[in-house]
């Protein structure tokens, strides 16, 4: 306790980034240390993050450190510690894990694992003091595609979600045949502004009737196809008519489904979360359809959609308040379900 | 690179008795290797493998995780998908833009992959596919079945060119 506010330390490692924040009483973030995003390390030796734990490792001591400096506490002050435990990468998580409850051990410290998915949609408790449960929520990233009704802080139940590719990983790769680089959403983003979006005609896959599922692999290959046949016949290619008409296809789809979630569930509340929430084609036309149907939209700030620790802290707090602590036996479950 | 057989893909049904048939002879410590380029059918096949080996429930692109492991089939499949151990370079073109210098891609690939205990999956007890192999071609077991996957002259027909 500080100021008399509980205090959160949430710890996140799935992936690529090693983030460590502190928030006090669930929501108010004090610090929020995301690797790749600040210069100290490449100030000493030069370390870029990338997926292994072993980068994790070289990090996650400084980050804690830098996060408890920043937000003006020490361990001490700490009332509960938070981490995420899958899924993801095991080695990855494994070293937020371990961390997570070494701290917890050498302070005696209450601990609690958090889905991943769970802290993205935790992210928009933060953005929005008012909000909260019952709402929908869409989760759009480079590794899930997910409609996730929320019906408590800890009651969670996927509708639907996607059964071959996860929508980023299809703009990667559609960025990549089009040589626009990565990562790939914010460049089809960018140059498909200066595009038709009705250039090229892809199919759009909606799956059975009442599925919320998607399929997004048809729609890669779709996209070679068309690229190839053009380069075949010799015509030359406008990438921002392909970008434009692919992230069309693409949101078409998102924007139906997430609507028909609304719907079906009556639900008045749509929440955004993951990176792809940051994707102005998905809010513009977003704020448009659920502005028709009375529907109230949320969505993070940019630097709240990407992988961060106080999300983490959010949903490790309301879980704490509902659930009480995880024992020193947790672990970390690269395959964990919602 | 000598074939022992190059086989012609005409549609999906012909990708689904072809991963039917890997199924079927699959063995508990197999590995898998699938090369070939965006669009020619590396996830599709994977997933017509599981269905071979009786797995329930959904084979999405592991591309983000590089792992999923599932086991409600015959023996459980390792499904790596090595796509992003490149990390933010172009696998096929081997240009490294990350600014690592003096570390080649596919050294840096092959350390997250040992990072990731790849080894412990092929000798398992299950079948190892992986997809985008050619990346990681030098961590491969011998004895590894390697399909390279091209596209054909028509639009849905691909070309399976196997080392076995």
Redesign the interface.
Known sequence: MKDNKFLTLGIETSCDETAISVVADGREVLSNIISSQIDIFKNYGGVVPEIASRHHLENINGVLDAALKEADVTMDDIDLIGVTMGPGLVGALLMGVSTAKAVAYASGKPIVGVHHLNGHISANYIQHPELEPPFMALITSGGHTEIVQVDDYDKLTVLGGTRDDAVGECYDKVARVLGLGYPGGPKIDRIAKEGNPEAVHFKRVFLEKDSLDFSFSGLKTAVLNYLNSEKQAGREINRADVAASFQQAVMDVIVKKAMDACEIRNEKKLVLAGGVAANSKLRAMLDEECAKRKIALYYPAPVLCTDNGAMIACAAYYKYMKQGPDGLDMDAYPFLEL | MEFKRIVTIENEEETRAFGMELAKNAVPGQVIALMGD??TGK??LT?YIAEGLGITG?I??P???????YHSGRIPLYHFDVY??A??N?ILSGQD????EGRPIRE?AM??LF???ADEYFDGDGLTVIEWADLIEEALPEDALKIYME?GEK?DQRIYKCTF
């Open positions: 965006l669009g996830t599709a997933r959904r999405s692109s591309t983000f995780t590089i792992v999923k492991e992003r151990l990390g933010d172009d833009i990350s600014g690592e840096r350390d997250e990072n990731i205990g596209y639009e």
